[in-house]
């Protein structure tokens, strides 16, 4: 009986040492292009701002995408929400890579249509208006989504999974209603200043989509006016049914992810709200959208080491030998 003890207690020993000195891969992190454009955010309704090229601030940056918190993030692309070049971070671990940077317009031209797609899969009420519309309007509404400011995105969390997958938080506004609403009545009043010599006596304010269809009817088809008046009408539409739509829009920031051969564009349409805003403006940070790449699989549900697996079997063994011995000597 002492001898199997000591046999247990050494079989144990040797799991719970393979548990405790299991390989654990660390993740590090370098920052591509301009540091001066990356700005890291301490977390919480009080926090700070500390830009990438200040003393500690690719400390701080890194912090922020390790730490857990989804309130403390990096924002890639600082200076303006439209950026003109990929500036992010590349993320490594063991034989794993991933590049994270913010978008350009020339990105939005490489996913913009699937975005769209996504969009309205996720809003439906939006897609009858949506088909409705003419194909020289959609790409304006799609060419014009590039500019709504999310492209610059603010990362609140980065890990690598099993196999290589990444996953991100990504930081932003739990509702962008609003920002949809702004961009469309800039293209309204955009296209209403080549059509409104058509409608004396009318404002952008009272003119109506019949009033529109009525002078589309009383024009040749196919004329560039026509092509205008659609676009205009298809707006005003649009406009109607965003201001009709009582629900909250939640959209994500973009970010371009590069990793294991391809390239994936991280966005969601899935808030989680925060419980804080930022310190500077009251309103931002409100919400978190959390994206992985296909296949992702949580590092918390990494399989055992062999190591593990062997120690734990040598007490299973234990056990049963000493079963035996109990049975032989009845």
Known sequence: MTFQKLVIGASMAIGVSALTTAPAHATSFSFDNN???????????????????????????????????????????????????????????????????????????????????????????????????????????????????????NIGGFQFGQNGGVQLQLVGDLDVKSNLSTTISSNLTQTWNGVKSLFPGKTLQTVSASDVQNKILSLPSGSATVQALTSFKDLLNFQTALNGYAGGIGVSEIAKVVTGGQTYYAYSFDPTVSGITASDDHLSYSAYYTWNTPGYTDPSKQVPEPSIILGLLGVAGVFATQRKFKKASI
Do not use: C, H, M
Request: aromatic share 12%.
């Open 35 to 153: 540091t001066g454009e990356i700005n890291t955010y301490t977390g919480g309704s009080d926090g700070t701002f500390i830009r990438g090229n200040a003393q500690g601030g690719t400390n701080a940056a890194i912090k922020a995408l390790t730490d857990n918190d989804p309130t403390s993030n990096v924002e890639l692309w600082y200076t303006t929400e439209n950026p003109t070049s990929n500036v992010g971070f590349t993320a490594t671990q063991g034989n794993y890579s991933a590049t994270v940077s913010s978008v350009t317009a020339s990105d939005w031209n490489n996913f913009g249509s699937q975005w769209i797609s996504d969009l309205l899969n996720t809003y439906t009420p939006f897609q009858s208006v949506w088909n409705g519309f003419s194909a020289s309007t959609k790409s304006l509404i799609t060419s014009s989504f590039s500019s709504l400011g999310i492209g610059d995105p």
